[in-house]
């Protein structure tokens, strides 16, 4: 029978951790044993007691490791749990459980979508704690991608197994280094991006939590308006930047914080992610100037900074982009999908995966041609074994079969087509807004039917997760010894 034992130790330790951030938002409050203080308290010390109970309950002295099978379940459950708690000074707010659920599940999941409205007036503490569990998800999530998700064998990453194992290519010597420095890396980029929204305008609260939401490509704004509240090019360029940034993959960061610059610069992914970004970029905004009144500097800013918000699966918003004519509609849609790299904090399919496919379409091809021909598929100048295509392959049929099934279920619960569809894809990629008049740039979730909240909140944990990490708990054999 699977040991839970070490199940509950780590996930009770977590929760002691989380409860103590929930103490962070005091420094804002108003008042600390009044309104948001109180429910900042005393969620702060139900978590608490929850993780010490779980810790109580699962007693040994003795070392331990996680197994797969327990790696898989602590993953799943801590992606689940965390965000229940994390909804509980929402619910303090005012917000339904339902709502304050759906926006905890979407800040931890660094998806953006929101259920709140009013955010220019809304309190401090809460706007404070709701770009911290962005934050606190982005860094969880590079953790996850980069150390458990290759021995766990998920949706192809099992190819970055050698990057932590493997003496030649070893980055640094143990996973508790890699987690130092990918932490280290992250607070260094926050402080960097924050110092320059500070420079080039925002105020130190603004600053701060823009900074904590755009290295963790999450999303969430203190305004209602994203960043089309500031009004400036500067600010928005910054933007850009530092989405990029989080959406680049950590290992690149740590070679090259270690004096490695020939492997950051010749990194296949990072080439081919900016370069897509680039030559769409110049697409769109080269569409939008000659079909449009607009200036192309002001058609270049923009496009920069929604089309890389969108492929980071980030979810600013500087303009409506709804408004810029059905070419750059069907192509918002479509880069919903893209996403960063692995070991980034970006969700969506990652840019390796086309590149794998694409290899393997040409290599396929090539057999069709040349059927005794043997031309193994190369990446990063090592064989893709058949495990890695197969895993791919099947990642995208989940993704495929998921947001058929999402949709359906959106639409069965009373949201139109175009609400069904770009909510189920935005869900599914971590990326925040969606298409049409309700949930699009300039609208949110809050009208939404419950059920259909609850429908997306599992998808953006299917999605975060890559798939695999929650549906194989929901098999027999999982839970067989």
């Known amino acids: 029978m ?22 962070a938002p005091l420094m804002v409050a108003p008042a600390l044993l009044t309104g948001s203080g109180a429910d900042f308290i005393l969620a702060a010390l139900a978590t608490a007691f929850c993780g010490l109970a779980l810790i109580a309950l699962s007693p040994t002295k003795a070392s331990f490791e996680l197994t797969r099978k327990q790696g898989f379940l602590v993953t799943a459950l801590a992606w689940i749990i965390l965000p229940a708690f994390g909804a509980l000074p929402l619910m303090g707010h005012g917000l339904s459980v339902t709502d304050a659920y759906f926006e905890a599940v979407s800040g931890m999941t660094t998806t953006g979508s929101t259920v709140m409205a009013g955010l220019d007036d809304t309190d401090a ?14 860094v969880g999530v590079i953790v996850l991608g980069i150390i458990m998700m290759p021995f766990l064998r998920v ?14 290519e070893k980055i640094v010597a143990k996973a508790f280094d890699l987690s130092i420095w990918i932490f280290g890396i992250y607070v260094a980029l926050f402080a960097l991006c924050a110092g320059a929204y500070r420079i080039f305008g925002m105020d130190w609260f603004d600053a701060v939590n823009h900074s904590m939401t755009t290295i963790s490509t999450g999303g969430f704004s203190t305004h209602d308006s994203s960043f089309g509240y500031f009004q400036n090019e500067a600010l928005v360029w910054t933007g850009t930047i530092f989405m990029i940034a989080g959406a ?6 740590i070679r090259l914080a270690r004096g490695k610059y020939q492997a950051f610069f010749t990194d296949i992914q990072l080439k081919a992610f900016l370069t897509f970004l680039f030559s769409t970029i110049l697409l769109i905004a080269i569409t939008r100037a000659a079909r449009s009144d607009t200036q192309i500097g002001e058609a270049l800013t923009h496009s920069a900074f929604n089309i890389v918000s969108i492929v980071t699966t980030t979810g600013f918003a500087s303009e409506d982009y709804q408004l810029w004519g059905p070419f750059a509609v069907g192509a918002f849609f479509i880069l919903t999908f893209i996403g960063g790299c692995s070991g980034s904090t970006a969700g969506g399919v990652k840019i ?7 290899r393997l379409a040409v290599a396929h091809l090539s057999r069709i041609v040349s059927p005794s021909r043997v031309r193994p598929v190369l990446y990063h100048d090592r064989k893709v074994e058949d495990d890695v295509a197969f895993a791919i392959l099947a990642f995208l049929v989940v993704m495929l079969v998921s947001l058929i099934l999402s949709t359906f279920l959106l639409a069965w619960f009373g949201c139109d087509l175009v609400t069904a569809l770009t909510g189920s894809a935005q869900a599914l990629a971590n990326v925040g807004p969606g298409l049409g008049d309700v949930i699009g740039p300039a609208g949110n979730f809050s009208t939404l039917p ?32």
């Open 450 to 481: 419950d059920p259909a909240k609850w429908v997306l909140s599992f998808m953006m944990i299917l999605g975060r997760l890559e798939f695999f990490t929650i549906l194989v708990l929901l098999t027999p054999a999982f839970w067989r010894t």
């Open 352 to 358: 390796y995966r086309f590149q794998i496919l694409g």
């Open 125 to 138: 503490a809460i706007l404070l704690w709701r770009s911290l569990m962005q934050s606190l998800g982005g």
């Open 155 to 168: 949706g192809g990453m099992q190819l970055f197994h050698t990057e932590s194992s493997d003496k030649s």
């Open 248 to 253: 680049l993959p950590f290992v690149a960061f």
């Open 2 to 23: 699977l040991s839970l034992t070490p199940v509950f130790r780590v996930l009770g330790g977590l929760l002691i951790a989380f409860s103590a951030f929930m103490l």
